[in-house]
Structure formats: structure tokens, C-alpha cells
């Protein structure tokens, strides 16, 4: 299916009597770091801060980062971690990691942070009842890169993920390197026999890497019932994350530093019967105490293309041998394996298996549960943002209308969060936007809908009229506010 040329931006749908209402963040393309409400207005902008993801923390503050590594010689690389208050003023600075000499680059340090990090007291990095984050102390828990040699798995250079704890100073306190427990990651010899030979190789420039894992979120635990109940693997300081490359979820034991609970990378396992094959998917996390679900796994299962195992017609030689052309967003219980909720195409009432693809982020993309039951839901490679009912009712969208330089508008992972972490702001005003019906939408000039005959549909040309007028008023307050 082609992409449409032109299609509505900003808020699209809005139901504030069920919606869960306050700000929203997410990395708009170039422009920086960008705070909306409901209505889709533009309220805060951090200009130039970049998001692998932002987030914000109670007080205006919001995390970030100032500069990525030369792409000819990194592949994803944060050069720093920063924590910025409401007028872009560093007030924390990560950057201590691995010293770097890139030709032809000025020597530095670099965090070589990449797509998630948690700062104490809260597990998730989003809002959760009694779970505040720090803002002028603790740890933090950042994913980064480490470019290793492991013959055990390849011959090639490994772009290896870590995960590291550092304190408020900036010292490291506990690192955890993947590549050393690959004999716990469950591996058939199919797919050791794949990533022997091609471990996801990244060219970047002269130089490359095999991204054999491609971890992209990272969690503790957190206080939860399965642990309360004597479940030992789900200490709240163990650490859960994912990995998009390899199909695979896992929790990691904070003390010992091995994998004491896993799904993937097989799910024709007996056990994941009811699961279906999850496929590089994106920030899979525990739902934090005081939400609903708490304690159940949810996870943005992308579909699209990952894996290493046995050739198929969709894969001559192994790699990225699972294959699916839509997403789903599940909640499953960890213990049972049984899925709880979820969001798939037929949610979203779209036919199966035709139509599928309607609801379809092969890469990117995110879930967070809200305190009301809803869930907001980043649909990240068309730059959708939405929340849903736990009866998959659409109360909120929003279309983001920034791209970056490849023409796109991807968003890689949007926040919801209470109005009062935002003091430096008045509630706004909620306003109920309802769905444009779509078949008598016209751009001006254009037919009205008919079949052997032009016919005017009754108050298509005025909502027309009325929707450029607002088009143009928003246009202007975008261009017009004073942002920071």
C-alpha cells in the first residue's frame, strides 16, 4: 500500500471524557524535544535536544541527548546522556563510558547511550502512582554500546549492548555485557550457525559490526506481586529488556548478572502456544504497581522481520527468518504465559488476514499503560500516536507532522504524563475533537462525492472550510510560539 501525499497532522480524535488527560512528549524529527497537550498544541519545545527517547521528570525537567557520533564510525551512538530543566540548562551529564579517537573528530568522551535508561525511582520512566523519578539525585541505568570480539559467536566484530548503573557523579556502579552470557540466551545450532557467519552486520562509513542483539529498552522490575508472592526471578531490582534482533525477552538477576526468566527465541515452545511467534519487538517491560495490569509483561510485538534459525521461502540464508506484516501490542502474564489484553488489527477493526497491514511498526515503537486502564500506544514508522480503552476504543490520536531527512515521520517512543509535572504551565483548556468522516472530506476545489453525477454533500464544504481555517490558525500559533 502506498502512503497517502497529503493526510491530517496533529490531534486528529480527542475524547477527554475518556481519555487519560496531560502532556505528551515525543522527538519531533530534527526540531528537537516537543511537549503537546491534548488538543495537539505545541506548548514546549527543546530545541536541538535529542530523544533516544526524552523523557520527562516531574518539575519540567527532561531527558536527552546534545550530539550523536559520526555516523562513519558509530552506528546509533549518543555521545551523552543529559537531564535538561524547563529553560534547556544542563543540570545532569552522563558522558563517561568509553573514551573515543574518530579520525578526523576531536577525542571526547562518549556515553554511547542507546534507546532507553531508567533513573531511580521509578522503573519504567513513566508515570506510575507512588513511583516518582529523581530529579536532583540517584542512579541511573543506561543501555550502551561496547564493540567486542567474541569468537565463541563470530569471528566479527560484535556492536555488543550493556547496561550499566551509574550514580549521581557519573560513576559506573555495575555493568552487564549481553555477549557474556550467550550460552543462556537459548540458541539453537541453527541460528549460532547463522550468526556465526553474518552476526546482523551494520556498515557504518569503513567501518562495521555485527548488531547481533539490538536490545532496545531496559527496565527494572519494579515492586510487583510475583515477587511478593516468593517468585525470586522478579525482584524488583533485576532488570527486564528485549531484544529486536533476536526475537528474544529476558530477565537478568542484578546480583548474579544471569538470565533468570526468558521468552523467545523459539515460540514453537509448548509454552508459548498461545503467544504466537512475537517478533522484533520494542519496549517490553513490566506494568509498574498502581496501574492496571500491574505486574504483567507488556510489549509492542512489532512483526516485520527478525530472528536467526533455519532457511525459509522468507529467508535463503537464516537471518531475520520470522517474519509478519502487522504489529500487535500485548499485555501477557508472565507465569502463565497467557495473553491478557491486546491491540492487533482486529482490535482495530481491520480484516484479518487482508488488512492486516493497516496496523503495521516494523521497527520503533513503544506502549505505556495509564492509570485509567488505557493504554497509549506509539505506532512509531508512520508517526502515530494513540490511546485506547481496555475495550480498544480510539479516544486520542495524533499524527506527528515533523520528518526527518529521509522523509519520514517516524516517532521512536511517545510519554504521557500528569499535567502537574509541569508546573511552569496552566491546565489547559480540553477541547473534544471528533472523527472527521472521511468520505465526504475534501481538499478545497476538489469533486464532492457521486457517481454518474456531481453532487454536494450537506455540510461537507463548510467542516471543509472550517478544517483549512483551523489548519491555518495552528500553523501560525506553531510558527508564532515562543518556545524555548
Known amino acids: 500500500m502506498g502512503h497517502p501525499t497529503i493526510y491530517p497532522t496533529g490531534t486528529t480524535v480527542y475524547r477527554p471524557d475518556k481519555a487519560w488527560n496531560g502532556y505528551t512528549i515525543y522527538q519531533a ?40 557520533r559520526d555516523s562513519q564510525y558509530g552506528f546509533q551512538d549518543e555521545v551523552d546522556l543529559v537531564q535538561v ?27 554511547r547511550e542507546h534507546h532507553d535508561y531508567q533513573r531511580e525511582g521509578n522503573p519504567v520512566g513513566y508515570y506510575a502512582p507512588g513511583l516518582i523519578p529523581s530529579t536532583d539525585q540517584g542512579n541511573t541505568l543506561i543501555l550502551v554500546h561496547k564493540n567486542v570480539n567474541k569468537p565463541e559467536i563470530s569471528s566479527k566484530t560484535l556492536l555488543d549492548d550493556a547496561i550499566i548503573e551509574v550514580d549521581w557523579q557519573g560513576k559506573i556502579l555495575w555493568e552487564w555485557n549481553c555477549s557474556d552470557h550467550f550460552n543462556e540466551l537459548g540458541f539453537d545450532e541453527s541460528a549460532k550457525n547463522v550468526l556465526a557467519r553474518d552476526p546482523n552486520t551494520r556498515f557504518f562509513g569503513d567501518h562495521h559490526a555485527g548488531d547481533w542483539m539490538h536490545i532496545n529498552s531496559v527496565s527494572h522490575v519494579g515492586p510487583n506481586k510475583h515477587y511478593d508472592q516468593g517468585d ?17 525477552i529476558a530477565i537478568i538477576d542484578k546480583t548474579t548478572g544471569n538470565i533468570v526468566w526468558k521468552l523467545g527465541p523459539d515460540y514453537s515452545a509448548p509454552e508459548c502456544k498461545d503467544l504466537g511467534w512475537i517478533i ?52 501477557i502474564n508472565p507465569i502463565t504465559l497467557k495473553i491478557k489484553w491486546q491491540y ?45 480503552t481496555s475495550q480498544h476504543e480510539l479516544v486520542w490520536e495524533y499524527i506527528s507532522p515533523y520528518k526527518n531527512k529521509r522523509n519520514s515521520n517516524m516517532v521512536y517512543r511517545a510519554y504521557r504524563l500528569p499535567y502537574d509535572w509541569v508546573p511552569q504551565l496552566a491546565v489547559p483548556q480540553e477541547t473534544e475533537i471528533q472523527p472527521l468522516e472521511v468520505a465526504d472530506f475534501r481538499v478545497s476545489g476538489a469533486a464532492a462525492r457521486g457517481t454518474s453525477s456531481i453532487v454536494t454533500v450537506e455540510g461537507a464544504s463548510t467542516a471543509m472550510e472550517c478544517a483549512l481555517c483551523i489548519a491555518r490558525v495552528d500553523e501560525a500559533a506553531r510558527k508564532n510560539h515562543d518556545l524555548a
Do not use: C
Not at 527543546?46 to 550523536?68: D, E, I, Q
Not at 525470586?232 to 529486536?244: E, K, Q, S
Not at 516485520?304 to 500487535?328: C, E, F, I, Q, T
Open 85 to 111: 530543566d524547563w529553560d534547556g540548562n544542563i543540570v545532569w551529564k552522563f558522558n563517561a563510558y568509553e573514551y573515543v579517537e574518530d579520525p578526523g573528530n576531536d577525542a571526547q568522551w562518549m556515553a
Open 232 to 248: 525470586l526471578r522478579f525482584h524488583p531490582d533485576n532488570i527486564i529488556w528485549d531484544a529486536r534482533e533476536s526475537n528474544i
Open 280 to 331: 522484533g519487538q520494542h519496549h517490553a517491560h513490566i506494568i509498574p504497581r498502581g496501574l492496571p495490569g500491574e505486574g504483567n509483561l507488556l510489549v509492542f510485538d512489532n512483526g516485520g522481520w527478525a530472528g536467526y534459525g533455519l532457511p525459509n521461502p522468507a529467508s535463503l540464508y537464516g537471518g531475520k527468518n520470522a517474519v509478519r506484516d502487522h504489529s500487535r501490542v500485548l499485555e
Open 29 to 68: 524529527a530534527g526540531l528537537g524535544a516537543l511537549l503537546i497537550d491534548m488538543n495537539g498544541k505545541e506548548v514546549h519545545l527543546w530545541k536541538g535536544l535529542r530523544g533516544f527517547p526524552n523523557k520527562m521528570l516531574p518539575g519540567g525537567f527532561v531527558f536527552g541527548s546534545t550530539a550523536t
Open 344 to 388: 492487533t488489527p482486529t482490535e482495530a477493526n481491520f480484516q484479518a488476514p487482508m488488512d492486516s497491514y493497516h496496523f503495521y511498526s516494523p521497527y520503533i515503537s513503544s506502549a505505556q499503560r495509564l492509570p485509567n486502564g488505557n493504554t497509549l500506544i506509539t505506532e512509531g514508522a508512520d508517526g502515530r500516536i494513540f490511546e485506547v
